[in-house]
């Protein structure tokens, strides 16, 4: 018995090492995946919405193609004993109107969030987009709490132990985030004088590529109307 404790003691500190480096990879995968984005928003011109459409069709893609097959071959708790059933999941929401409205709801909010992301990332940077970011995990953890008081069903109450805590790492959170961004200055840390200049250089190429997109414009225009 006491073996087979410490197999399992070996067996989860392994797991929780490789969800950490998981976390981590998945970190970086995010932060490339900005700056590609950023690159095609503002190098290539591309509109916000044609981005997102491209990245929904290329994961519907790799889901369909990958993903799926392979967690239905795994060993799970769903279905027939696999990881995940596709085809059950599809029965499920097809005979279930709440669990296809629900389906529904979260497909138009995940694109209007990232259409939104990706706007703000062209119209700004990759930056005020994190920034943003980091102040949408207090709203979801907000809308929790007023859903669980409003409805006493969904949502998660106020924990006296644990809630308050959580409470303070939202706030280190987002004051590490301003921070870091150098949206806040602190008057004990020594700031490069060459910050102010690079944010004068990147106002200016931003009203130069303005100019430069309403020439075009008026150029096209002029064009149509002969």
């Known amino acids: 018995a006491k073996a087979d404790a410490t197999s399992k003691g070996s067996k989860g500190t392994s797991m929780v090492f490789l969800g950490n480096i998981m976390v981590i990879l998945s970190q970086l995968m ?3 995946q900005m700056v590609v984005e950023e690159k095609f928003l503002k190098g290539r011109k591309l509109p916000p919405e044609f981005v997102v459409g491209c990245e929904g ?3 519907m893609l790799i889901m369909l193609s990958i993903i799926l097959p392979t967690v239905s071959q795994l060993d799970g708790l769903d279905g027939g004993g ?3 059933d596709p085809i059950d999941a599809v029965h499920l929401i097809g005979s279930n109107g709440k669990l296809l409205a629900l389906v529904a709801a979260y497909w138009i909010s995940i694109a ?3 259409f939104c992301g990706l706007a703000v990332a062209k119209s700004l940077s990759s930056v005020h987009r994190c920034l943003i970011d980091a102040c949408r995990t207090v709203l979801v953890w907000s809308v929790d709490l007023l859903l669980y008081y409003y409805t006493n069903q969904y949502g998660e109450p106020w924990d006296p132990q644990s ?6 790492g939202f706030g280190i959170m987002i004051c590490g985030t301003f921070t870091y961004y150098k949206v806040v200055r602190l008057p004990f840390c020594n700031y490069e004088p060459e910050d102010e200049k690079k944010t004068q250089d990147d106002i200016q190429r931003l009203k130069e590529n303005d100019e430069l997109l309403l020439a075009e414009e008026n150029r096209r225009n002029h064009k149509t109307s002969f």
């Not at 809630?163 to 303070?168: A, H, N």
């Open 82 to 84: 696999v990881h995940e």
């Open 30 to 32: 995010s932060a490339t």
């Open 163 to 168: 809630s308050g805590m959580q409470l303070i």
């Open 57 to 59: 069709m290329f994961g």
């Open 112 to 114: 209007f969030y990232n």
